[in-house]
């Protein structure tokens, strides 16, 4: 289908989705994107990469929370999305926390959150994964614990279940751990927690499926650190930096800012900034990171890219601004590589992090020097009157 026609519909019904209560809105989304057909992803050329050992069509993806049940990921792909990420999924279906539990906040283009992962469970969304994967599209599966699973050990022992469950059927698993809305959740983030984790997840990876971490911005510098110790010592394929924030600092919309949950959204975007830019100096860029918090333009992709993003998820812009923001981003981000002389988005990754202007400096001059089989040869002349490779005035430059 047109991705034209997509996003004309929904921009007719933009004005009622957004009356309508959040979560009402986002069920009728979904409905309407599962009616949309099949859509095999196309490579877009500066942007397409190979990481995690897949072919990433382009860098976007849509972040987890957003199609928790894997009910439309034909939808998803119309919108040209390069990857889906689904779940949480949990062991056992869980209901989640009583509703109202998802809140707009207009006037920071935020949301704040509280669902407590509602899903379908581990067995019945498998079969649909497997019934319903559109051909060569790359699905991260995003597991967590179930709520009833009040201490460590059978928390972890979740999160094996959903690896185990899922390890022959995801293009990656994302091990949520920094949810803040189930209890408890958040204290696997502990070193001692982790590696426990870790280790037992490394443990029943046989077929080898790319593990991921995903974390929370409301770390410390302290916490950050051993994560990224932690990442390098048991060998994580990638970190997806990151989750919604408990922080609301600088909100002022009234309503809804004191409700409890996570904040995502446009008041992330600093905050999960941060936690890339520290995260890939840590670990000196040796592990992929997943950006994610509060983009909703190309120019903010970027900033994430250059902080040191090779890949990037949105959730809550597509609130505000429905699909077409997804060409928008990858369209404007090709524009913004071609203007500071990239000609593939992997020379962008982590550029804020190598000495200023440097590399900019030098291909600068490489463009402007002649290229080998464009050289002029020196004429009789110039050879005659320059027997050396220097001028004067160079030479005396060099002494
Ligand atoms: C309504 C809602 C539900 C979410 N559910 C999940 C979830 O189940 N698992 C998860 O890892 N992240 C979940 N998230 C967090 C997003 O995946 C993402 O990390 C966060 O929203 C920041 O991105 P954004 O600012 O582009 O929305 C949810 C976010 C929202 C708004």
């Given at each position: 289908m047109n991705p034209l026609l997509i996003h004309c519909g929904f921009r007719l019904l933009s004005p009622a989705l957004s009356r309508m209560n959040p979560e009402t809105a986002h069920k009728l989304t979904i409905q309407i994107l599962k009616r949309l057909p099949q859509k095999t992803p196309q490579n877009q050329n500066p942007l397409s990469q190979k990481l995690l050992n897949l072919t990433f069509p382009n860098p976007?993806?849509?972040?987890?929370?957003?199609?928790?049940?894997?009910?439309?990921?034909?939808?998803?792909?119309?919108?040209?999305?390069?990857?889906?990420?689904?779940?949480?999924?949990?062991?056992?279906?869980q209901m989640g926390n009583p509703r109202p539990r998802i809140f707009r906040l207009p006037k920071h283009q935020a949301v704040i959150n509280r669902m407590g992962f509602p899903n379908d469970g581990m067995e019945k969304i498998r079969e649909r994964l497997v019934k319903t994967q559109p051909p060569q599209s790359i699905i991260g599966v995003n597991i967590g614990a179930n709520a009833e699973s009040a201490n460590m050990e059978d928390k972890i022992a979740d999160y094996e279940k959903t690896l185990h469950a899922f390890a022959n059927h995801a293009s990656y698993i994302a091990v949520n751990v920094s949810s803040p809305n189930t209890k408890g959740l958040r204290n696997l983030q502990r070193p001692d927690n982790l590696a426990k984790l870790l280790n037992r997840l490394n443990a029943i990876r046989q077929s080898r499926v790319p593990l991921l971490l995903?974390?929370?911005?409301?770390?410390?510098?302290?916490?950050?650190?051993e994560i990224a110790r932690l990442a390098l010592e048991k060998k994580l394929d990638g970190i997806i930096a990151t989750n919604t924030t408990i922080k609301r600092e600088g909100l002022v919309d009234g309503i809804h800012a004191e409700e409890t949950g996570?904040?995502?959204?446009?008041?992330?975007?600093?905050?999960?900034?941060?936690?890339?830019?520290?995260?890939?100096?840590?670990?000196?860029?040796?592990?992929?990171?997943?950006?994610?918090?509060?983009?909703?333009?190309a120019e903010e992709a970027y900033e994430k890219i250059r902080a040191g993003a090779s890949l990037l998820q949105i959730y809550t812009a597509l609130v505000y601004?429905?699909?077409?923001?997804?060409?928008a981003i990858l369209d404007g981000?090709?524009?913004?590589l071609k203007k500071d002389g990239y000609r593939h988005i992997s020379?962008?990754?982590g550029a804020d992090h190598r000495p200023k202007g440097e590399k900019e400096r030098r291909r600068h001059?490489?463009?402007?020097?002649?290229?080998?089989?464009?050289?002029?040869?020196?004429?009789?002349?110039?050879?005659r009157i320059a027997p050396f490779p220097f001028s004067p005035h160079q030479l005396k430059i060099l002494k």
């Open positions: 976007l993806g849509i972040a987890a929370g957003f199609d928790k049940n894997a009910e439309t990921l034909n939808g998803i792909f119309q919108l040209n999305f390069g990857f889906a990420e689904i779940g949480t999924i949990t062991p056992k279906p995903k974390i929370s911005p409301d770390l410390s510098d302290q916490e950050l650190q996570g904040l995502s959204g446009k008041p992330l975007a600093s905050l999960a900034n941060q936690t890339i830019r520290k995260f890939y100096q840590m670990t000196n860029g040796a592990i992929p990171i997943i950006g994610v918090g509060g983009i909703a333009s601004d429905g699909p077409r923001i997804v060409s981000l090709e524009a913004l020379e962008a990754i001059a490489a463009r402007h020097l002649p290229q080998p089989n464009m050289a002029r040869k020196p004429s009789w002349r110039a050879r």
